[in-house]
């Protein structure tokens, strides 16, 4: 699983049709909003919509296109979640600039290098949410690094399988 430096001229940026840009984060909203009620262990260790903004953060290896899509994507579920509104949104903030960031640097095409980002990317995702939760809103925020690794290698899995598919939607710019 090499990970590979590419110059600015090798890196591919790309696009989405306006369908996928918003019914991709839609449909991984609702369904990180239902399936809990079904299956109340999912949303112990997924986050569909973390995993939907880090593959869109690196296929568009954009900072601010990063940024913003994590901002709305993270504010869209702190709304349909029970927790205060802007915690997820900081988070996913953090994580879709970090992952367009080491998009413009990484060529991460390959599922290994995907299963690893992913897994940082839960990690950091996971740091920045109670770091928020406890200092700045004054929750009771529990952290258990088993779990969070293992929470962080089944959305690593998941994420693979969910990347290659949205693969199929990308443009090239």
Do not use: C
Request: net charge positive; proline share 4%; aromatic share 14%.
């Amino acid at each position: 699983m090499p990970i590979t430096y590419t110059s600015g001229e090798q890196i591919e940026v790309y696009r989405f049709s306006f369908p996928v840009t918003f019914g991709v984060p839609l449909l991984a909203l609702v369904i990180q909003a239902y399936i809990p009620k079904y299956f109340p262990g999912f949303a112990v260790y997924v986050d569909l919509p973390l995993l939907v903004t880090i593959f869109f953060a690196m296929a568009r290896r954009s900072p601010i296109a990063g940024l913003f899509t994590g901002a709305v994507i993270g504010l869209a579920q702190d709304m349909l979640g029970h927790n205060l509104i802007g915690i997820y949104g900081i988070a996913k903030t953090v994580v879709g600039y970090g992952a367009s960031s080491l998009g413009v640097k990484l060529d991460l095409e390959n599922a290994g290098a995907r299963l690893l980002v992913t897994l940082g990317f839960y990690l950091v995702h996971s740091a920045v949410y109670v770091t928020v939760g406890r200092v700045l809103v004054n929750m009771t925020q529990h952290w258990s690094w088993g779990s969070g690794i293992l929470a962080g290698l089944v959305n690593g899995v998941i994420g693979v399988l969910l990347y290659f598919v949205l693969d199929r939607f990308k443009q090239r710019t």
